[in-house]
């Protein structure tokens, strides 16, 4: 999964330069975002993403695809990146695309979204706390979901942007037992 976070990271920024260069600014954001989510949606239906995979299927054909699923929602602009994307061979990578590019648009707008995996449901004061710590940690506003998952057994696991923090007792068990078995 990091490879494809690899090859996908430039495209991202370039479709987040891109967008930012409109004159429409934050609406410009905004639609590009919808427009990446539309597109990787449309590249992620099984039967789009074995034609994109097809080595007998031209980068224009599969830009045409593409486009032609999303009706009239894409601009030129955007047409002409999934163009480039296409003579890459690159049309596969657009989830991941477009996952990176919400994460630098929370980051332009001063936003984080974290998923904290517990073994049991967060009250509202744990919420609170822990929004707040990592509001200062990260210096910006926190959307925070949290997920029950028994295999924690205790603690937490924070996913914040591309980072993670297992302060879950079962990630303590993994490392005391390979510093045992060391």
Request: proline share 3%.
């Given at each position: 999964m990091s490879s494809l976070t690899t090859l996908a990271r430039p495209y991202a920024k370039a479709a987040f330069a891109l967008a930012q260069d409109s004159d429409a600014g934050a609406v410009a954001l905004a639609a590009w975002q919808s427009m990446l989510v539309l597109a990787s949606q449309i590249a992620s239906h099984e039967q789009v993403a074995d034609v994109l995979d097809s080595p007998l299927v031209s980068p224009a054909q599969a830009v045409e695809l593409i486009g032609s699923a999303s009706g009239e929602q894409f601009d030129q602009r955007f047409k002409?990146?999934?163009?480039?994307?296409?003579?890459?061979?690159?049309?596969?990578?657009?989830?991941?695309?477009?996952?990176?590019?919400?994460?630098?648009?929370?980051?332009?707008?001063?936003?984080?979204?974290?998923?904290?995996?517990?073994?049991?449901?967060?009250?509202?004061?744990?919420?609170?706390?822990?929004?707040?710590?990592?509001?200062?940690r990260f210096d910006?506003?926190?959307?925070?979901?949290?997920?029950?998952?028994?295999?924690?057994?205790?603690?937490?696991?924070i996913y914040a942007g591309d980072q993670v923090i297992d302060g879950s007792l079962r990630g303590r068990l993994d490392k005391l037992g390979s510093a045992l078995s060391r």
């Open positions: 002409d990146y999934l163009a480039v994307l296409g003579e890459n061979r690159r049309l596969s990578l657009l989830p991941e695309i477009a996952a990176l590019y919400e994460q630098l648009k929370q980051r332009a707008d001063q936003q984080l979204k974290v998923r904290v995996v517990s073994a049991t449901a967060l009250n509202e004061d744990q919420v609170k706390r822990m929004s707040a710590a990592l509001a200062k910006c506003a926190i959307e925070l979901d949290s997920e029950i998952d028994p295999s924690v057994l205790g603690g937490a696991v």
